[in-house]
């Protein structure tokens, strides 16, 4: 059974950084590429970051380019969001996603395994 398990959320101050994990089990992704997605309140989910199986391409919303950076570990079957000077607008549910293919979508729909998600609350 496929499971993706983030962590790393909680509560921060604007300007602080914070380093989300997400952690695949049941299978390897090595050859998948992975996102993260996030849910404000009141809001639906969107597109933040994704990472092609070597990690050799990148992709990040364009207004969260410079502060958020995806990363993963193959050997270890994780995936990381690095959060720089975070702020207030970025809380948020955060998900973790593998893709079904290698190429590292914006698209939800690519995506066919979700983690519960991890909270992000950023006070100003």
């Known amino acids: 059974q496929v499971q993706l398990v983030e962590s790393g959320g909680g509560l921060v101050q604007a300007g602080d950084s914070l380093r989300l994990s997400c952690v695949a089990s049941?299978?390897?992704?090595?050859?998948?590429?992975m996102g993260w997605f996030r849910q404000a309140p009141g809001k639906e989910r969107e597109f933040v970051a994704s990472i092609s199986p070597s990690g050799g391409t990148t992709y990040a919303t364009d207004s969260l380019k410079g502060r958020f950076t995806i990363s993963r570990d193959n050997a270890k079957n994780t995936v990381y969001l690095q959060m720089n000077s975070v702020k207030p607008d970025d809380t948020a549910v955060y998900y973790c996603?593998?893709?079904?293919?290698?190429?590292?979508?914006?698209?939800?729909?690519?995506?066919?395994?979700w983690g519960q998600g991890t909270q992000v609350t950023v006070s100003s």
């Open positions: 996603a593998v893709a079904a293919g290698s190429y590292p979508s914006s698209v939800q729909s690519r995506y066919n395994y």
């Open positions: 049941g299978r390897t992704f090595s050859s998948n590429a």
